[in-house]
């Protein structure tokens, strides 16, 4: 082909491919329920965000080495994590998978023997699948406290689960995962060190929490 053609054929196939795969992009929220005896009154930090190589979206240092998400933690620990604390789906979607049952206060995890009780692949969980077909992953959730099965859709801002420290944890604390198909892991966070692109409906200040408006 030559260049004309070429180019004509490039701009023929993306108008056919277009309109089914711009779908608009989905925001979240910020995924605990900020209610005063919440996540609200400072009772929830940034504990650790995605890692870039040593370094989190804001070139800072709040991150841990192969970290894939952001760690929101309960300062009162597991105290605050009997009383109980909300998880909340960021967005609109449905739940794409779950699991729950597994020991909820692991205080420790090993590395090297990621079947322990308190290891990698015994953390409660909730995947949520987004209208354009991104995910959200809600970690380490309090045993059975999900509120829906599996496939359930809702929108934004159900009360879905209670933060826990189920599998490998270290003390209460909410991993909140974004996934883009096709890509994997990537970061709702937008800084200079990271993506270009926030994915939150306000992302709040740099260790701060993101903003609670749905989208
Ligand atoms: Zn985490």
Redesign the pocket.
């Known amino acids: 082909m030559n260049t004309v053609k070429k180019l004509a054929f490039t701009l023929a196939f993306a108008l056919l491919v277009l309109p089914t795969v711009a779908s608009a992009q989905t925001y979240f929220r910020f995924p605990i329920s900020m209610l005063a005896d919440q996540c609200g009154n400072g009772g929830c930090t940034v504990s ?1 965000y995605k890692d870039y190589g040593g370094r989190d979206y804001a070139c800072g240092g709040v991150r841990y080495s192969g ?1 894939t ?1 952001t ?1 929101y933690a309960l300062v009162g620990g597991f105290g605050k994590m009997d009383y109980g604390v909300w998880v909340m789906n960021a967005a609109r979607g449905y739940i794409e998978a779950s699991v729950d049952g597994y020991y909820d206060r692991c205080n420790y995890w090993d590395q090297n023997n990621p079947y322990a009780a308190c290891g990698l692949y015994t953390a409660n969980y909730i995947i949520m699948r987004h209208p354009d077909n991104t995910q959200t992953k809600y ?1 380490h959730l309090k045993k059975y406290t999900q509120q829906f099965a599996r496939g359930t859709s809702l929108s934004c801002a159900y009360w879905i689960a209670q933060v826990g420290s189920s599998g490998a944890s270290t003390g209460p604390h909410l ?1 909140f995962e974004y996934w883009v198909p096709g890509y994997g892991t990537d970061d709702p966070y937008g800084g200079s060190c990271g993506t270009p692109f926030t994915r939150w409906t306000s992302q709040g200040a740099y260790r701060g929490l993101p903003g609670i408006a749905c989208q």
């Open positions: 650790a970290h998400g760690d970690w991993h």
